[in-house]
């Protein structure tokens, strides 16, 4: 890690272990030290915003306090990796925001920073109440959970230069289990895809056939998943209506530009679906398909946080909507409207998806969603 990770990592870890119940820091700290860290480039103090409403959360989650604080204490990890020497470890800049992510050393979380203003402004003070609402009416909602918003309680050298994040969200991590050492011979294979409707203009895609634009910064454009979620006809309905859901509160609050991440996991050695007669009712198999092992044993009720098997019985998906917090009536996103706009007078290429209206990228994100299903009766 570098010194810059590491003492971002620091201040969050300690924020999280050492804040008082309403969220603000431990430490009262004297005239001179406010007036030192202004100078720090790094290292910041962080309040718990709505301490009381992300704990009463992850309640409803049930997930454990000292669980939770646990997968941020290093030295109270029941399971932690050899050699594991940092809680967080970095995991580099992703996506075109110029956020910052780090993962627990257990795996079960992540932490991402939110260094654009109009989009943490957004989440704090027009969409953490409705979504806190939302997720506690509905436990199969597929927006990721989020546990936890960190706010910089003062300014310093590091956050005005752009340097250091000053707000960042802690969420639960899809990919948990990844690393887990497989029990059999094989280990399974995991794939991730970052996706949003492709039918919207990417300069970087668009503009010149992308001849502008470097690999690295098409990398980050979203992902293309040329495959199907094989899912049973009921399992199929259930995951459209999770997702009509959902989004209708993504549009209700004007945020566009959000993202499905979907994760299959495949086991290396799963016979061909020809290979292995379904069973019928009261019928057992000596070869469980998939494995009856993490993570193709999710617990019960199966989830698509936690996996839901396809329909052939030879992967598991998990699904979940991240990134809602780009809002439409911001400023920002009025100034690129704009923009996109009066480019759209020199060649026609239509809105991006940061210019479109809520309910225009909901019709069109479920839309994408709904390809991506095969349904097998």
């Not at 201040?11 to 100078?39: C, H, K, M, Q, W």
């Amino acid at each position: 890690m570098t010194r810059r990770e590491t003492l971002i990592a620091r201040s969050i870890v300690y924020a999280i272990l050492t804040n008082r119940d309403d969220g603000r820091p431990a430490r009262t700290v004297s005239l001179l030290e406010r007036f030192l860290r202004l100078f720090y480039v790094y290292w910041l103090s962080f309040r718990l915003i709505r301490q009381d409403l992300f704990k009463a959360l992850r309640g409803v989650w049930q997930i454990k306090e000292d669980d939770y604080r646990a997968s941020f204490d290093i030295k109270g990890q029941k399971h932690k990796k050899k050699g594991a020497k940092s809680t967080l470890i970095p995991l580099g800049d992703m996506g075109y925001s110029g956020s910052t992510f780090f993962r627990t050393s257990d795996s079960a979380y992540l932490v991402k920073s939110i260094p654009r203003h109009f989009e943490h402004s957004f989440f704090k003070n027009e969409m953490l109440l409705p979504y806190a609402d939302h997720m506690r009416a509905n436990r199969a909602s597929l927006l990721v959970r989020i546990t936890n918003l960190l706010e910089s309680t003062h300014k310093s050298v590091g956050v005005l230069l752009g340097i250091t994040p000053s707000h960042h969200i802690v969420m639960e991590n899809i990919m948990y289990g990844q690393d887990q050492e497989p029990q059999g011979a094989s280990k399974p294979k995991w794939e991730s895809w970052d996706l949003k409707p492709a039918s919207y203009f990417y300069p970087e895609r668009d503009i010149a056939g992308g001849a502008l634009a470097s690999e690295a910064t098409k990398s980050k454009l979203p992902s293309e998943f040329n495959d199907k979620i094989r899912l049973t006809e009921d399992r199929a309905t259930e995951f459209k209506r999770q997702l009509e859901n959902d989004t209708m509160l993504l549009a209700n609050c004007n945020a566009v530009d959000y993202s499905l991440f979907l994760v299959r996991i495949s086991a290396a050695d799963a016979p061909e679906a020809e290979a292995q007669p379904a069973l019928q009712s009261g019928q057992t198999s000596a070869e469980p398909i998939p494995p009856a092992q993490p993570p193709f044993a999710p617990p019960n009720p199966p989830s698509w946080r936690t996996g839901v098997t396809s329909s052939d019985g030879k992967e598991v998906y998990r699904a979940a909507i991240l990134d809602f917090f780009w809002a439409k009536h911001t400023v920002h996103a009025k100034a690129m409207t704009g923009l996109v706009r009066g480019y759209n007078l020199i060649d026609d290429r239509g809105p991006m998806s940061i210019t479109t209206d809520s309910k225009e990228y909901r019709d069109r994100f479920l839309k994408m969603c709904t390809e991506l299903i095969d349904v097998q009766k």
